[in-house]
C-alpha cells in the first residue's frame, strides 16, 4: 500500500487545524503503518516470523520443484515435520485430517490420523509437529497417513526421515504398489507375520469373518479371511492388532490373505 500520499494529507490538513504536533508525525504514520502490515498478514497471530523456516513448508516445495524426485525420496518413509494448522477435519470411520496451507494453497498438506481423539488438543492456527507415512502427491497436495502427534521438541527447518510407525501390514501393500512384480516373486505363497490396522469386519457365509485393512484412500487394501470370527470379537474397528497370514495374490489393487491366524 502507497502511504505517500495519505502522510501528506495528514501533514498538511492536521498541521494547519493544530491537531498534531509537529513531532507526533512519525509516530502517528508509524501507527498507521503497523496496523496496515497487521491487517495484510494473515499469520500475524505470533507464526508469522517463522512460517518461512517451517519443515512442512520445505516438504511441500521439494514436490512442488520436482515431484518425481521427492516421491523417491520420501516413497514408503515416515517424516517428522512442523507446520501450521489449517483446517481440522472429522472423517468416517472414526479417523480426522488436518489441512497444513502453503502460500495460496490452502490443502498443501493433508495429515490423516487413524483416531479423532490423537487432534482434540490442537485448534486452526497452531503450529504442530507431528510424524506422517507419506502416501502421495497428487492434484497438487501431499497426502501423508498414520500420522501421530511428536512430542513437543525442536524440529529444524528440514523434513526429518524417522524410524517407521507404519502397521507392517501397510508396508507389505506398498510393496506390491511400488513393484508389483518384484513383491510377487518375494511374498506370494508364503506365510507373514504382520501388524495391522483393523478395518470392516464381514461375516462370511462359514462362519468365518473377512477382515478389511485400509491404506491411505484404499478402504481394502488387504483382506485377511479367518475362519472362526470370534478371533477378531474382541478387536475394535481402528485398533492394532498382530495376525499371521499366507499371502494369496494380489488382484484389483487388492492383496488377498488367506489362512489368516491371530497373533499373540
Known amino acids: 500500500m502507497n502511504m505517500e500520499?495519505?502522510?501528506l494529507w495528514v501533514t498538511d490538513r492536521n498541521l494547519r487545524k493544530g491537531f498534531f504536533r509537529h513531532e507526533w508525525i512519525p509516530i502517528a504514520c508509524s501507527l498507521v503503518l503497523t496496523v496496515v502490515a497487521l491487517g495484510c498478514n494473515p499469520l500475524s497471530r505470533g507464526e508469522g516470523n517463522s512460517v518461512s523456516s517451517l519443515s512442512a513448508n520445505r516438504l511441500y516445495s521439494e514436490f512442488n520443484d520436482n515431484p518425481v524426485n521427492a516421491t523417491d525420496k520420501y516413497q514408503g518413509k515416515t517424516v517428522a515435520l512442523e507446520g501450521l494448522v489449517g483446517k481440522i477435519l472429522q472423517l468416517e470411520h472414526g479417523e480426522a485430517a488436518v489441512h497444513i496451507p502453503y502460500g495460496e494453497n490452502r490443502i498443501a498438506i493433508i495429515a490423516n490420523f487413524p483416531h479423532q481423539d490423537d487432534v482434540r488438543a490442537i485448534h486452526v492456527g497452531d503450529k504442530i509437529q507431528l510424524q506422517c507415512a507419506f502416501d502421495k502427491f497428487e492434484f497438487k497436495t501431499?497426502?501423508?497417513?498414520?500420522?501421530?502427534?511428536?512430542?513437543r521438541e525442536a524440529i529444524g527447518p528440514e523434513p526429518v526421515i524417522v524410524t517407521s510407525n507404519v502397521p507392517s501390514a501397510n508396508l507389505l501393500y506398498r510393496e506390491y504398489i511400488a513393484n508389483e512384480k518384484a513383491a510377487r516373486a518375494q511374498h506370494d505363497g508364503t506365510v507373514v507375520r504382520m501388524e495391522a490396522r483393523l478395518g470392516n469386519k464381514i461375516q462370511l457365509d462359514d462362519g468365518g469373518v473377512a477382515v478389511h485393512i485400509?491404506?491411505?484412500?484404499?478402504?481394502?487394501?488387504l483382506i485377511a479371511p479367518f475362519s472362526d470370527a470370534s478371533a477378531v470379537a474382541g478387536i475394535e474397528e481402528g485398533e492394532l492388532f498382530r495376525l499371521r497370514c499366507?499371502?494369496?495374490k494380489?488382484?484389483?489393487l487388492t492383496l488377498w490373505l488367506e489362512s489368516c491366524q491371530i497373533e499373540h
Open 246 to 248: 499366507r499371502v494369496e
Open 142 to 151: 501431499v497426502w501423508m497417513g498414520h500420522c501421530t502427534l511428536a512430542p
Open 250 to 252: 494380489f488382484e484389483h
Open 214 to 221: 485400509a491404506d491411505g484412500g484404499n478402504r481394502i487394501a
Open 5 to 7: 500520499p495519505f502522510s
